[in-house]
């Protein structure tokens, strides 16, 4: 009988890990993102319940009650949270997945050592691994969700020989770690917990708000690591795959991000790019010369619905607006006027990967209209309007061509190569890397100043009367 119990439940993590990946294939596309959620959710209750069926699992009092707690944290939560603010719910997710995993690997370290049992070194090295990566994730995910909720300066924060003192209690952390292979002494291992905290607050003080859809990625991968190596500790191989899935998914997307900035990963951790986004002018770049020229929301309405073809870029703005649903209707309007309407996405707009496609999406958004930037950059020399609410760095044609620029060879989504670009935007203060914008300026460019959901509205309103 217990043999069968065993099959049945290793049985039960192979089909949890073959839908793991299924719906990870899936969440690869927009039109299948929401079906590649479901089926991981499936295999994440069949991985759950195979794990409570296993007879180690003592206290299911215990259990059920964890569960109903956070079943009900988790569901307040998801009602309230707004959609500017899930990037920070997912640093706050990633956050707390390191820490339940280093708290596995410390409460196996006290469990072996009450019982007296000698630590082998593999099983040294796993928890020294859980207790590394969970505590790193765990309060650079609490840096990470500080700059992004406003708590903390989005800016780097540097200070003098700040590498030096890195690199000196890291080193400090593998002198314990070897310490504790020999001898595993419990205040030796306290401190290593300590140290592992404090190297994840100064692994993301010094990224700049600019940089944070790149750091939530990277940390959804360390969580995942920290579960991996959770795992190992407790010699569980669903968690191990699941973690490794997670880890190399968040690596994958990290690499993708990247890219798109056209920066390597170690620039993104140790440059110390980006700024509040907020200063008038940015210290990087070549100076502006030329004139702004203002819109109104009527004249936006006649350039937009006496169009053929309109390309929509939405970024941040439209975020913090919640304008979505507007520009939906908006979109539906001036496709019932026989306009094309398309939407551009880049992958880094927004706090963090896929913001802007969550948000259409929450809009009913058609997938068929989102293109990404390598399949929309082509067809914007034959747009006639682009219309951009709340995008600023991902469309700075600076990128192009001012090596003097810190966003210099980013891809960038080429509205300036339209005919027309409307630009929706509250101010003319820079984006989150701190220089202002070469596109404002451009002759084809007109400003409409003014929160993106109030002036789409407005342009609504005047499209009715066309």
Not at 98 to 123: H, K, P, Y
Not at 297 to 311: D, K, T
Not at 346 to 359: E, I
Request: proline content about 4%.
């Amino acid at each position: 009988m217990d043999s069968l119990l065993t099959n049945g439940i290793e049985l039960s993590y192979l089909v949890a890990a073959c839908l793991f990946i299924l719906g990870l294939k899936k969440l690869g596309s927009p039109a299948t993102a929401r079906q590649g959620n479901s089926i991981a959710a499936v295999g994440m209750l069949l991985a759950v319940v195979a794990t409570l069926l296993n007879q180690q699992v003592l206290n299911y009092g215990l259990i059920a009650g964890g569960i109903v707690i956070g079943s009900i944290i988790g569901v307040i939560t998801a009602k309230k949270v707004e959609m500017t603010d899930m990037p920070q719910l997912v640093g706050l997710f990633n956050g707390l997945g390191g820490a339940a995993s280093a708290l596995v690997a410390i409460a196996e370290f006290w469990r072996l050592l009450s019982l007296g049992e000698t630590l082998s070194i593999t099983t040294s090295l796993t928890i020294i691994l859980g207790v590394l990566i969970g505590g790193v994730t765990l309060t650079g995910s609490l840096i990470a969700f500080g700059k992004l909720q406003g708590i903390m300066p989005g800016r780097p924060v540097i200070f003098p020989a700040q590498q030096i003192i890195n690199f000196a209690i890291l080193a400090g952390f593998l002198s314990g770690s070897i310490y504790l292979f020999v001898n595993p002494d419990p205040n030796i291992f306290l401190g290593l917990v300590g140290i592992s905290l404090v190297l994840g607050v100064l692994f993301v003080i010094p990224i700049g708000g600019g940089d944070m859809p790149v750091v939530i990625s990277l940390l959804n991968s360390y969580s995942g690591l920290a579960a991996s190596a959770a795992g190992f500790v407790v010699g569980n191989n669903m968690l191990i795959i699941a973690g490794a899935l997670v880890g190399a998914s968040g690596i994958i997307l990290t690499q993708i991000m990247c890219k798109a900035m056209n920066r390597s990963i170690t620039n993104v951790l140790f440059a110390g790019f980006g700024s509040d986004g907020g200063a008038p002018e940015g210290d990087g770049g070549a100076v502006i010369d030329g004139a702004i020229k203002s819109v109104d929301p009527e004249e936006s309405a006649m350039m937009l619905g006496y169009a053929r073809s309109v390309v929509i870029i939405p970024g941040y703005g439209m975020a913090v607006a919640q304008a979505q649903h507007s520009v939906k209707e908006l979109a539906d309007m001036l496709e019932k006027k026989g306009v094309e309407v398309k939407y551009a996405i880049h992958p880094v707009a927004g706090r963090m990967p896929g913001h802007m496609n969550v948000l259409l999406a929450e809009a009913n958004v058609p997938y068929t209209q989102l293109y990404d930037m390598d399949d929309i950059n082509p067809q914007f020399d034959n747009t006639d309007v682009a219309l951009v609410i709340g995008a600023n760095d991902v469309v700075n044609p600076a990128a192009r061509h001012d090596k003097g620029s810190p966003i210099y060879g980013m891809p960038i989504l080429e509205v300036d190569k339209a005919k027309t670009t409307i630009v929706i935007k509250r101010s003319m203060s820079t984006g989150f890397s701190g220089v202002q914008n070469e596109l404002f300026f451009k002759d084809k460019t007109m400003m409409l100043f003014g929160s993106a959901k109030d002036m789409v509205e407005k342009i609504s309103s005047e499209v009715k009367e066309l």
